[in-house]
């Protein structure tokens, strides 16, 4: 069946014409017809446009020639509802931009399609990406293919629903506390979370753009690969992007062993309120990674117990600031007002929902003079002895392990009346956002009864993501999880 296929082995057979991008789209569509329905991965698919340009990529592999800079070509690929890309609609979850079109590709995008993706539908999110189970979004709840009464994760529950559920070849997604890695924990995909500034954020509806980054959902370690080395690089039209040359990450893939590789495992990650099932699997990982050659050891970060704390500090803060441009007065949802401030303020009561208007409100607060000193300034402070923990601990160790989530998929609705439970879902994901350095989630067993994933979290130095690689490749090749299929794939 098309539709199964990694990225990688369908740009293989695009290559040697035993497929047409047509064909490959169609599948894609087909498979969304039969289980979105129940999955609810996507918003709105143009598909007249999809079919426009798998119809060029056709007629391009047809003409031959080199193709190398064009790795992608013909390849369907679904984006998050947070990225810009010109002429679709980018709504980030909410119905305050509900209708906006953007005007422009971002950078991720523009590299996708110069690459020769052909780039379809807009997943559904938690709305502004706030949120670990996308029951924040103002339409509807993603649903987890493994079991359609479980949250898929979030804020990119979309993405890794997509995948799990075969509707795409890869995703793209982001990650502002664990944003790709939790949902693809959840959802038994691979996803990475670049070094801050490895990918542009220049066309990314921001969340907290110090924390904010791109990054890819995919089948396998080899995928993720492909879509990193394709969408990473510098970009003049982000500050923040880092002017550091991008390695050809898939020369990371294939190694035959993991000797001299030191792999941590933290001593403050072993906490009460991880599912036994979890810290089983983790486990049986750790010991499967030592039998590959790696040396594992345990490492400290002191400062970890604070990282939710400091996150939902400097988060919320930022988001008060980006959100502010939402006024009804440029773009977006507008209701009218006798005055500019009933305007802006009857606008944003009705388009943002109740966890966005939370974060508002804190963030507002933590920023409020008189607070200001007492918590964003003492919580930019912890970030940095958070980041000195980890500069300490890669000292020691190569990289990194941990549980991705502490649970598998809850039940819908099991944490919506408690946002405090919801936010504990990201507590093995959040530190890596608040340090600046790389991480992934990649499929490392599963939950007895029901059958649920369970994800494998690596850690990585800033710039460190081929060693990730190397790492979560090593692993999946020597162990069957990555070939389950979801009962809705």
Known sequence: MLHRLSL???????ARREVSAQEALQACLDQIDRVDPQVK????????????????ADQELAAGGDLSDRPLLGVPIALKDVLCQRGQ???CGSKLLDGFISPYDGTVVAKLKAAGAVLFGRLNMDEFAMGSSTENSAYWTTLNPWDPTRIPGGSSGGCAAAVAANEAFATIGSDTGGSIRQPAALCGCVGVKPTYGRVSRYGLVAFASSLDQIGPFTKTVGDAALLLETISGHDRRDSTSLPEPVPRYRDFLGATSLEGLRIGVV????????DPEVEASVRQAVAHLESLGAQVREVSLPHSDYAAATYYILAPAEASANLARFDGVRYGRRVDGPDPFELNSRTRGAGFGAEVKRRIILGTYVLSSGYYDAFY???????TLIRNDFDRAFGEV???????????????GEKSSDP??????????????LAGICGMSIPCGFTQSPKLPIGLQLLGKPLGEGTLLRIAEAYERTTPWHREVAPLG
């Open 8 to 14: 990688s082995e369908l740009s293989a057979r695009l």
């Open 41 to 56: 991965a996507f918003l709105s698919i143009d598909r007249a446009d999809a079919r426009a340009q798998a119809e060029a």
């Open 89 to 91: 609609p980018v709504g």
């Open 267 to 274: 001593k403050e990650f072993q906490i009460g309120g991880l």
């Open 377 to 383: 300034l003492r919580a930019q402070k912890v970030r």
């Open 398 to 412: 190569d990289a990194i392990l941990s549980p991705t989530a502490p649970t598998p998929a809850f039940r819908v």
């Open 420 to 433: 405090l439970q919801m936010y504990l879902s990201d507590i093995f994901t959040i530190s890596c956002n």
